[in-house]
């Protein structure tokens, strides 16, 4: 299956998890190596747009990976609190990925997304002993509209 990242050029080729490491996130604590990806660019897109304000949202870069179909966990919306879309996090989505990361049932966590609930973000365990099956089938520069960051 095909997932997208869009990061900074410095970072963007980087697929550690070493970034979501330094600093936690919805989906991983401080310390957990992830990386974060989007079922597809508009919703990598979106995730940037809104961790990111408009004067420093840096020039940016795609890569299109590839992760095993046979390696994908699944957590569905009915299966989170109510609040769980909320800004900052709930610390509990943070302690379900950890349980799940910790578990190595998969490379992958299929959740929803913040920013369009009905879209899908795909967490990879970058400490996972497969996680070497995780290809990057491309890198190259991304360009999108500017006034969409107006």
Request: proline letters at 7%; glycine letters at 6%; hydrophobic letters at 40%.
């Amino acid at each position: 299956m095909k997932v997208y990242r869009i990061a900074g050029k410095k970072y963007a080729g980087d697929i550690s998890g070493s970034g979501a490491a330094l600093f936690g996130g919805r989906w991983n604590r401080k310390g957990s190596p992830v990386l974060y990806t989007g079922e597809n660019i508009e919703i990598a897109l979106l995730e940037i747009v809104v961790h990111t304000p408009p004067a420093i949202v840096p020039a940016l870069d795609i890569l299109t990976l590839e992760i095993p179909d046979d390696s994908i966990s699944e957590i569905e919306i009915k299966e989170l609190p109510d609040n769980w879309s909320n800004y900052p996090a709930p610390s509990i989505l943070a302690e379900i990925a950890e349980e799940w990361i910790n578990s190595n049932r998969s490379i992958a966590l299929k959740v929803p997304s913040s920013v369009i609930h009905s879209s899908k973000n795909y967490i990879l365990n970058c400490r996972h002993p497969k996680y070497h099956r995780v290809k990057i089938i491309e890198h190259k520069e991304f360009r999108f509209d500017q006034r969409l960051i107006k």
